[in-house]
């Protein structure tokens, strides 16, 4: 049983067995402190006390109350407190309320703390895509921190220790609900070091030269001078790498750093020295865009690079080295090239050709070249063998027309590839970055409702959710409440948009409906004819006069209060209200006469709306013909 020393308590300490406080600094207590602790309890904070291993507490650790389940006399601790305390399970610890609650901290320095040799599967914490968001998001576990101790966080199942090195403003802060600033030495080092481009491609600097090799890749920055610009990159082989070979990705601000498991845009075009990619100006939604290079096939290549930018009609651009345009002629145009009057196109390469020599031209090309019925481009019949169409793919404009092209293009596209994340086994490179982008698990995505970078995780249990596009986090995060501005009631975060839009879908219906009252109620000066015709019934198929100030005869009359149910009609409010019941009663029951002429009656034999939309359109017919004094009604 726990032993009270004043206001401490002796203990005995254990390393929590379920494992869920290893990454915080939460801790079980037994349930005899239940009564102890609620006497010192203030609403909405959270219960902060000091572990030490003395009454005088000369050696001590921040915790906080994770919940009263502990055995009696025990306390269940994360193994990093027993490690910083240098205690071994079973000994006596001391717990006290803290004296003072701790200032909130403004701001606190990290430093990684790397004891292993980095490796492929457990990367050092600072080459993490955001390390930063990956502590933050850590630290979420955590109610206070004290300076100069260490303590671990996980991040796709791979343990990191990190060290308070600096805390403000005080040795010991709380960090619940604070916006903490975080900062980690030597982060700004890795990604200076990540971030330093050997050439940079803008509007002034349209080439370059790049050196790439097979085991790494080179990101050259782009930079456009305006967003909304559609650009596109030239790459070939210098001419003293003229054997070698390459690939080549795009990647937004989103991803820096291209390569083939990571892009936004890509060619499947296998060209051999050779590519050509083009991004749209619809898809340049920013100014910063990367180039991903790395040598295929051999150990290191020369890559010359040209950016050319279109502005409408302009296009910034330098002229295309030979190579490229020998590789882009390479393959026969399908379409016809324009004949000049001293020129003639040829039926088999739909190339220009003078006329002078246009019979010996047509001859050739007849005897050498033949059409391709799948693609319909120009093929030497000499390569006609090697000419290959993807059978996977099923893109006729993915064409090789070399073994080494066909090669190139199956081992990039085609390779069955494990996601480095979950190790799901994906077919191909698309269904690898389809993956990588919006199906696996493991994927870190910033949460639509707190903001925050977490774990998307498997799919949400609730199909609603599903087609929604919610990711787990989502699902449960999207299902707290929030009060709505408008009617002040508890709606679910992922209810909140649509709970807002039926209310500005109300007020557009009150508003029409005030215009069509206000309209009906303002008065009119009529015209002669109409003072003339004043005293024949307003119904449309009855031929009877009237003297009633409302225009309607009184066997139009008695059937207008049949068919609304109405005992009386004196003004033109019960007349309106009458008239839309009659229309809703006529287009879904009917008057009963086998013989009725009204096309907008159901006994008529004419197809009637039914249920909300027949209401809808009686309330719409209605006003109008009221307002306008000539109503339908069936004969008789």
């Not at 845009?265 to 865009?289: C, D, H, N």
Request: hydrophobic share 35%; net charge negative; charged share 20%.
């Amino acid at each position: 049983m726990a032993q009270p020393h004043g206001a401490q308590w002796r203990l005995m300490a254990f390393a929590d067995p379920s494992g869920d406080l290893e990454y915080s600094d939460r801790v079980r207590l037994p349930r005899e402190l239940l009564h102890a602790l609620d006497a010192q309890l203030v609403s909405g904070q959270a219960v902060l006390l000091q572990l030490g291993t003395s009454t005088h507490f000369s050696t001590w650790l921040p915790c906080s109350v994770h919940e009263m389940t502990a055995p009696e006399g025990a306390v269940h601790v994360p193994s990093w407190i027993l490690d910083t305390l240098d205690v071994s399970e079973g000994a006596t610890v001391y717990l006290r309320f803290m004296r003072e609650r701790p200032v909130t901290a403004e701001f606190c320095r990290f430093e990684v703390e790397e004891d292993e040799t980095p490796d492929d599967d457990h990367p050092r914490f600072l080459e993490l895509p955001n390390p930063r968001a990956v502590l933050e998001k850590a630290l979420g576990w955590y109610r206070t921190l004290k300076q100069g101790t260490v303590i671990p966080i996980q991040f796709h199942q791979q343990s990191y220790f990190v060290k308070v090195v600096d805390l403000e403003p005080d040795e010991v802060c709380a960090i619940s609900d604070t916006d903490l600033v975080v900062d980690l030495v030597g982060l700004k080092t890795v990604e200076e070091e990540k971030q330093q481009p050997s050439v940079v491609l803008d509007e002034h600097s349209l080439r370059a030269t790049v050196s790439v090799a097979s085991d790494s890749w080179t990101s050259v920055p782009i930079i456009l001078p305006a967003v909304g610009l559609g650009f596109s990159i030239t790459a070939s082989t210098a001419l003293d790498h003229s054997d070698a070979d390459f690939e080549a990705y795009i990647g937004d601000h989103t991803c820096p750093e291209p390569q083939r498991l990571a892009f936004t845009m890509a060619s499947q075009q296998p060209y051999i020295g050779f590519l050509k990619l083009t991004v749209p100006q619809t898809q340049v939604v920013t100014r910063e865009w990367y180039l991903g290079l790395s040598a295929f096939g051999c150990e290191g290549a020369t890559v010359d690079v040209v950016l050319s930018i279109e502005n409408g009609s302009d296009k910034l651009g330098v002229p295309e080295p030979d190579a490229m345009k020998q590789a882009q002629v390479a393959v026969g145009s399908p379409q016809d090239a324009p004949a000049t009057p001293s020129k003639v196109t040829c039926p088999h390469c739909k190339h220009s050709i003078p006329q002078e020599s246009a019979r010996r031209h047509i001859a050739f090309c007849g005897r050498h070249n033949t059409v391709c019925h799948t693609c319909d481009r120009v093929v030497p019949k000499a390569c006609l063998e090697t000419h290959w169409h993807c059978d996977i793919c099923m893109d006729t404009t993915i064409v090789c027309d070399t073994q080494a092209e066909r090669d190139k293009h199956m081992v990039i596209w085609h390779e069955p590839l494990p996601c480095p994340r979950c190790n799901a086994q994906l077919a191909n490179l698309k269904e690898h970055h389809e993956h990588e982008k919006n199906l696996c698990p493991e994927r870190t995505v910033v949460c639509r409702f707190c903001y925050n970078h977490t774990r998307a995780g498997e799919p949400p249990l609730d199909h609603r959710d599903r087609l929604n596009g919610f990711t787990q986090h989502e699902s449960e995060c999207g299902s707290k409440t929030d009060e709505c501005s408008i009617c002040g009631k508890r709606i679910k975060l992922k209810q909140m948009e649509m709970h807002l839009q039926l209310h500005r879908l109300r007020e557009r219906e009150e508003a029409q409906a005030a215009q069509a009252a206000q309209a009906l109620h303002t008065p009119q000066q009529p015209s002669l004819a109409a003072a003339v015709d004043s005293t024949r019934c307003i119904n449309s198929l009855c031929c009877h006069r009237t003297t009633n100030a409302l225009g309607i005869c009184r066997q139009c009359m008695r059937k207008l209060q049949e068919l609304s149910g109405s005992r009386e009609i004196t003004d033109t409010k019960q007349l309106l209200s009458a008239t839309i019941k009659a229309y809703f009663t006529l287009m879904t029951v009917g008057c009963g006469s086998s013989s009725c002429t009204n096309t907008h009656c159901a006994s008529s034999g004419t197809e009637q709306p039914s249920g909300s939309t027949a209401g809808a359109q009686a309330l719409q017919r209605a006003v109008a013909d009221v307002k306008a004094r000539h109503i339908s009604l069936c004969e008789g």
